[in-house]
């Protein structure tokens, strides 16, 4: 039927429904991916603020396809990020994005639905192996010509869920374990990333920036970031979005640039808690090349919306901890905490305040990331290919002093500083360290105060609990709570025991189905 067939098509079919001619044009018109005029549907499309679930009845309705859906986010790209306030988050963008988007556009026709994440772009940050025609550098410019050997395992299962990896994002130079003083977001290689809410005065967090300013402004939906000690957690709070830290254990570190055996990790990134689970669902499984794996075996294959209930803080225990993970925060953000924490007891939790983690004040050592950082690196570096110019610690450092006028703005303190340790992990130092942390952490910590109070989750301002989270490899989520005067967005973390992810996900997806706080960014 031609477009100026339209007035005989209502004629026809009017006498047939009970709708208006404008519902009998639209729906005639979106079989067709057309309008009226003839043009395609999909500007119709709100690309801005567009939940997975958006994605998935645009895909379903046939007013949008993975193909268009990457082209609108490459545009916003590089309207916005590579232009206009320029806010630098996306390093390099796969050049088979559009081609891969093609494919799963035709699969779903042909096949049907891999899973929710079914050509769902994703973003990735740059310490994430992908074995295409992507570098992985973690910001650093020794590393601009690295290709990667094969992707990183969780890589892997996200390409087998069917989301299409659209592209790298910048980030804190080595996961801000470079030197002492460098800015959240600043990489040799990528420049400095900025806060789309304020570009000129706020930070965008780390070292996980790029990840997070991506989500926030919607140059992708969902996006991965890692994290070591707050790499999750301070960005996508800093930026308004929800950020979820999983248990160590829960996703595979193989093919991603570490700085912690004990504590990295990846986690998953969104605008809202729905998408984070849905993104994190294709993200686990068991890899016999990251033994810790083996400790999620009852939890893969877990549908994590399933958790997913507006209802979610109904008689659940939630506790807060303001001696010392307060002391932090000025008198504005308590007034932002104290409004949320009667939102939560409101809608049916009960909050038990204060509660005190005493062992808190005792933890805050770099210690076991200094020497863990030497052997974990040097064994990373040391498969890398031959064109690449580093191949441990050592040429690093040698490689940052030989060019120190681009690769040392802001020095490498920590680079030499893990130097200097064996490699081997056997000093008395790291050993004593290491079980002190632990000891802090989980069963003097937050192991001992959960049970004690017999809580479903702990409450923290901001990020202010990531590191004592971080030493118990246990898992955190945060979520939008509000804006400061200065613009800065400001979140709630709610943390808890060792694979408490669905509970976690429960409660942050309803607290943000409450308040509804996250406003987008005005670019």
């Known amino acids: 039927m031609a477009i100026k067939e339209y007035s005989l098509f209502i004629k026809?079919?009017?006498?047939?429904?009970?709708?208006?001619?404008?519902?009998?044009?639209?729906?005639?018109?979106?079989?067709?991916?057309?309008?009226?005029?003839?043009?395609?549907?999909?500007?119709?499309?709100?690309?801005?603020?567009?939940?997975?679930?958006?994605?998935?009845?645009?895909?379903?309705?046939?007013?949008?396809?993975?193909?268009?859906?990457?082209?609108?986010?490459?545009?916003?790209?590089?309207?916005?990020?590579?232009?206009?306030?320029?806010?630098?988050?996306?390093?390099?963008?796969?050049?088979?994005?559009?081609?891969?988007a093609e494919a799963m556009d035709y699969e779903r026709k042909t096949k049907g639905l891999r899973s929710q994440l079914h050509g769902i772009p994703v973003l990735l940050k740059d310490n994430i192996d992908t074995e295409d025609k992507m570098h992985t550098s973690a910001g650093s410019l020794a590393l601009k010509d690295s290709y990667a050997n094969e992707d990183a395992f969780l890589v892997k299962q996200l390409r087998k869920a069917g989301a299409i990896i659209l592209g790298k994002t910048n980030m804190t130079e080595w996961a801000n374990f470079m030197t002492e003083g460098m800015p959240a977001g600043y990489s040799s290689r990528g420049g400095q990333v900025l806060n789309p809410y304020d570009p000129k005065n706020l930070t965008p967090g780390g070292s996980s920036s790029g990840s997070g300013v991506a989500v926030s402004s919607n140059f992708v939906t969902v996006a991965v970031g890692t994290e070591t000690s707050g790499s999750v957690i301070s960005p996508s709070t800093e930026n308004s979005i929800v950020g979820l830290k999983p248990t160590i254990g829960l996703i595979s570190r193989s093919g991603i640039i570490p700085i912690?055996?004990?504590?990295?990790?990846?986690?998953?990134?969104?605008?809202?808690?729905?998408?984070?689970?849905?993104?994190?669902?294709?993200?686990?499984?068991?890899?016999?090349?990251?033994?810790?794996?083996?400790?999620?075996?009852?939890?893969?294959?877990?549908?994590?919306?399933?958790?997913?209930?507006?209802?979610?803080?109904?008689?659940?225990?939630?506790?807060?901890?303001?001696?010392?993970?307060?002391?932090?925060?000025?008198?504005?953000?308590?007034?932002?905490?104290?409004?949320?924490?009667?939102?939560?007891?409101?809608?049916?939790?009960?909050?038990?305040?204060?509660?005190?983690?005493?062992?808190?004040k005792d933890i805050h050592s770099k210690i076991v990331m200094l020497y863990e950082f030497k052997p974990t690196l040097n064994a990373y570096l040391s498969k890398l290919k031959e064109n690449v110019p580093i191949h441990s610690l050592e040429e690093l450092i040698n490689y940052n002093n030989r060019y120190?006028?681009?690769?040392?703005?802001?020095?490498?303190?920590?680079?030499?500083?893990?130097?200097?340790?064996?490699?081997?992990?056997?000093?008395?130092?790291?050993?004593?360290?290491?079980?002190?942390?632990?000891?802090?952490?989980?069963?003097?910590?937050?192991?001992?105060?959960?049970?004690?109070?017999?809580?479903?989750?702990?409450?923290?301002?901001?990020?202010?609990?990531?590191?004592?989270?971080?030493?118990?490899?246990?898992?955190?989520?945060?979520?939008?709570?509000?804006?400061?005067?200065?613009?800065?967005?400001?979140?709630?973390?709610?943390?808890?025991?060792?694979?408490?992810?669905?509970?976690?996900?429960?409660?942050?997806?309803?607290?943000?189905?409450?308040?509804?706080?996250?406003?987008?960014?005005?670019?």
């Open 404 to 523: 120190a006028e681009i690769m040392l703005k802001y020095g490498q303190t920590d680079l030499i500083a893990s130097e200097k340790t064996s490699g081997t992990l056997t000093e008395l130092e790291y050993i004593q360290s290491r079980t002190k942390d632990l000891q802090l952490s989980t069963t003097e910590g937050i192991d001992k105060v959960m049970n004690k109070h017999k809580l479903d989750a702990l409450i923290f301002p901001s990020y202010t609990g990531v590191e004592i989270i971080a030493k118990a490899g246990y898992p955190s989520i945060t979520v939008p709570a509000g804006y400061l005067e200065n613009k800065q967005p400001f979140g709630i973390t709610f943390a808890g025991q060792a694979y408490s992810e669905g509970k976690l996900l429960q409660i942050a997806y309803a607290y943000e189905q409450l308040t509804q706080i996250r406003k987008a960014p005005q670019l």
């Open 260 to 360: 912690s055996n004990s504590q990295d990790t990846a986690g998953p990134m969104g605008k809202t808690v729905e998408d984070v689970a849905i993104l994190l669902n294709g993200m686990t499984g068991i890899d016999v090349k990251d033994p810790i794996t083996q400790t999620s075996k009852d939890y893969v294959g877990i549908d994590y919306t399933t958790f997913l209930n507006r209802k979610g803080l109904d008689n659940v225990r939630i506790g807060v901890p303001r001696n010392y993970f307060f002391d932090s925060i000025t008198t504005e953000e308590v007034k932002v905490i104290e409004k949320q924490l009667d939102a939560i007891e409101q809608a049916g939790a009960t909050i038990i305040d204060p509660i005190e983690i005493s062992s808190a």
């Open 12 to 100: 026809i079919h009017k006498y047939k429904y009970l709708y208006n001619e404008k519902y009998i044009f639209v729906q005639y018109f979106i079989s067709k991916n057309i309008d009226k005029e003839g043009v395609r549907l999909t500007q119709y499309f709100k690309v801005e603020e567009a939940s997975i679930t958006d994605i998935t009845q645009g895909f379903e309705k046939n007013i949008l396809s993975s193909k268009e859906l990457v082209l609108m986010y490459l545009e916003r790209i590089a309207q916005y990020d590579q232009k206009g306030p320029k806010l630098n988050s996306v390093l390099e963008i796969n050049p088979d994005a559009i081609h891969i």
